[in-house]
T-cell receptor, first 112, second 114 residues
Framework: KNEVEQSPQNLTAQEGEFITINCSYS?????LHWLQQHPGGGIVSLFM???GKKKHGRLIATINIQEKHSSLHITASHPRDSAVYIC??????????????FGKGTHLIIQP | DAGVIQSPRHEVTEMGQEVTLRCKPI?????LFWYRQTMMRGLELLIY????????DSGMPEDRFSAKMPNASFSTLKIQPSEPRDSAVYFC????????????FGSGTRLTVV
């Protein structure tokens, strides 16, 4: 079983819809990250969370440490939001780790 | 700051050849990470350095892979000899330091071994 599980794997929605991507993890963590990767492009860090909720523009990220679950929300989605969204964690296993453990990503397509 | 700089952006090589990927981290960042991305396995940590010292290389797939960080502004990932299954996108990332979990990724090197 992967340490970081994302759902859904693929998501297609219409412009303007509210989008939710979920991430569950099975290990103790010091931080959770949401990353964005456009086709053929690099990786951009969207959020780093250790508790609560963060908002940046139309993006909102939440984390529930007790339930080991995080969500990424996109309000008023736009075709430019089409990308792969990746959940990643800093695992506490092995005495702590600075490197990231990644989910498989959610491929989001927003149709005009 | 120009961000994390990787070179080359694309590399096509024949099986058996040596491949060297390069990374320049953000100035002042003390931690540097090498990741590999494939369709089958997604993103995986290969190795990371702190203050130029390798801290965890447990993700390096086999002895054909080696990484060095001779100074704070430069790192290399070498594959010798290369194999077709090494084809992937290799990302370098840097972070201000241990315990500080903000990362900046480079644009990646797309390696194709034929």
């Amino acid at each position: 079983k992967n340490e970081v599980e994302q759902s859904p794997q693929n998501l297609t929605a219409q412009e303007g819809e509210f989008i939710t991507i979920n991430c569950s993890y099975s290990v103790g963590i010091s931080a959770l990250h949401w990353l964005q990767q456009h086709p053929g492009g690099g990786i951009v860090s969207l959020f780093m969370l250790s508790s609560g909720k963060k908002k940046h523009g139309r993006l909102i990220a939440t984390i529930n440490i007790q339930e080991k679950h995080s969500s990424l929300h996109i309000t008023a989605s736009h075709p430019r939001d089409s990308a792969v969204y990746i959940c990643a964690v800093n695992s506490l296993q092995g005495g702590g780790a600075d490197g990231l453990t990644f989910g498989k990503g959610t491929h989001l397509i927003i149709q005009p | 700051d120009a961000g994390v700089i990787q070179s080359p952006r694309h590399e096509v090589t024949e099986m058996g050849q040596e491949v060297t990927l390069r990374c320049k981290p953000i100035s002042g960042h003390n931690s540097l990470f090498w990741y590999r991305q494939t369709m089958m396995r997604g993103l995986e940590l290969l190795i990371y350095f702190n203050n130029n010292v390798p801290i965890d290389d447990s993700g390096m797939p086999e002895d054909r892979f080696s990484a060095k960080m001779p100074n704070a502004s430069f790192s290399t990932l070498k594959i010798q000899p290369s194999e077709p299954r090494d084809s992937a996108v290799y990302f370098c990332a840097s972070s201000p330091g241990r315990g500080h979990y903000g990362y900046t990724f480079g644009s990646g090197t797309r390696l194709t071994v034929v």
